[in-house]
């Protein structure tokens, strides 16, 4: 049966996400895509496979993996104002890599790791530059779809089959890797050009902050409370803020709209 629930919840979510983005622009797809779309299902089956504590410990390393990710969202950003997809690719990836490296040597806690992925989101989204020109219309092969999800499925079979291996803390650092930030923003960028990938990777910065409200529920929760309601009070934390994070920038250009 976990196996049956592997290879169902992350695909769905990738499709679901896939889908939100070619209907609402990257943007959206972005925004989606900032949230723990793997990295939950992940700590769900750690936690089921070794234990609440196991899970809880890997929190810390998550929430420290999910600044890699916004680094790497920087580092395509900045890439791509020059650069076709490819060398944007590798660059980002190594970028995520060496960040990865780096907070592996660090014995981060829950709140430090908070903190750390608090400081990181603002100093890249002051950093990276704004997607402005017209975005153009894509039609996408039919295996792109199928691929996606099929990734999604064997990056948490094999994630949460070496995780023991791992250890808590590198499972954490590992499972935000942006295996399918990379394949959309990398195919984004090919079809509608740099600006619609650079919104689509400031719209993931923005979500971590959803990825942040989930994580510091569940390290804090896990331990304490039964599987079940952690993670569901972890979602819904998570879906409130992501909620927040997309009306609140239609809100201030109302008002600013309204004042000019």
């Known amino acids: 049966m976990i196996l049956a629930f592997k290879l169902i919840v992350s695909p769905f979510f990738i499709g679901m996400v896939t889908l939100a983005g070619r209907k609402w622009g990257p943007n959206v797809s972005g925004l989606l895509m900032g949230l723990p779309l793997t990295s939950a299902p992940i700590s769900v089956f750690l936690a089921i496979q070794f234990g609440a504590a ?64 608090g400081i990181v989101i603002c100093l890249v989204l002051w950093l990276m530059p704004r997607g402005n020109a017209a975005i153009l219309p894509i039609s996408p092969p039919r295996w792109d779809l199928p691929a996606r999800m099929l990734l999604a499925a064997a990056f948490v079979i094999a994630l949460t089959t070496f995780a023991d291996t791992l250890g808590p803390h590198l499972s954490g650092l590992i499972a935000p890797f942006p295996v399918f930030g990379t394949i959309i923003t990398a195919f984004t960028h090919r079809q509608q050009g740099a600006d619609a990938a650079t919104r689509l990777l400031r719209g993931i910065v923005f979500g971590s902050l959803a990825y942040t409200a989930f994580f510091l529920i569940a390290g804090s929760l896990l331990t304490h409370v039964t599987l079940g309601w952690t993670y569901i009070l972890a979602s819904v934390a998570a879906l409130f803020v992501s909620g927040i994070t997309f009306i609140a920038p239609g809100i201030f250009r109302n008002k600013h709209n309204s004042a000019g």
């Open 54 to 117: 196991f899970a809880a410990r890997s929190a810390s390393g998550n929430l420290a993996g999910q600044a890699s990710v916004c680094i790497f969202c920087l580092a395509y950003s900045l890439g791509a104002q020059k650069l076709n997809w490819f060398p944007c690719t590798i660059i980002s990836l190594v970028s995520f890599l060496v960040s990865t490296f780096i907070w592996n040597r660090i014995p981060l806690t829950l709140l430090p790791a908070v903190a750390l992925l």
